[in-house]
């Protein structure tokens, strides 16, 4: 079964600055690997497919990128709302699809 | 509007059985593969079943293996998870989920149900 980790457990940036957020597999999954953003008392909402492709009406300051075993979402100036936890998941080596343990993007 | 609704969740005590349900709307539900994701309180999302889109293959999380049933009906739209021999465990919030394309089983989910909490407690 593959492994995603994801770094770092938390991270803490201001509004309008930019966020980095990483997952790590530990073998490839080519590009089949998904984000999602997570809020309190929320269902999970896809943001990222394919690595880098978004999913449909989330913004463009969304942006995936990354392929074989390292990859990165980039959310390029942070509204408020984008204050949540973020998971990554593989679908490549599947069944199952297994989920990075999250990042928590909390305000600066 | 595409959505599911999942249903069932409540108090069993441990060893006991529950049900959950998914119900589809706003898509041809017969066309996707579905699976059950759940996610203990305070904790990471886990993949727990899968079946494909005619309900012929299915898998389970080794954590799940033996004790829970996937199962489908395409007439009703319905995705179930029944969920037998409960333990503190298995304690969570269960999300129906479907994959974004059509006919595949793997890929990422594209819709998510609200969820519907399991509490296993005596």
Known sequence: EIVMTQSPATLSVSPGERATLSCRASQSVSSNLAWYQQKPGQAPRLLIYGASTRATGIPARFSGSGSGTEFTLTISSLQSEDFAVYYCQQYNNWPPGTFGQGTRLEIK | ?122
């Open chain 2, 1 to 122: 509007e595409v959505q599911l609704v999942e249903s069932g969740g409540g108090l069993v005590q441990p060893g006991g059985s529950l049900r959950l349900s998914c119900a589809a709307s706003g898509f041809t539900f017969s066309s996707y593969a579905m699976h059950w994701v759940r996610q203990a309180p305070g904790k990471g999302l886990e993949y727990v079943s899968a079946i494909s889109s005619n309900g012929g293959s299915t898998y389970y999380a080794n954590s799940v293996k033996g004790r829970f049933t996937i199962s489908r009906d395409n007439s009703k739209n319905t995705l179930y998870l029944q969920m037998g021999s409960l333990r503190a465990e298995d304690m969570a919030v269960y999300y129906c989920a479907r994959v974004r394309r059509q006919w595949l089983a793997r890929g990422a989910f594209d819709i998510w149900g609200q969820g519907t909490m399991v509490t296993v407690s005596s």
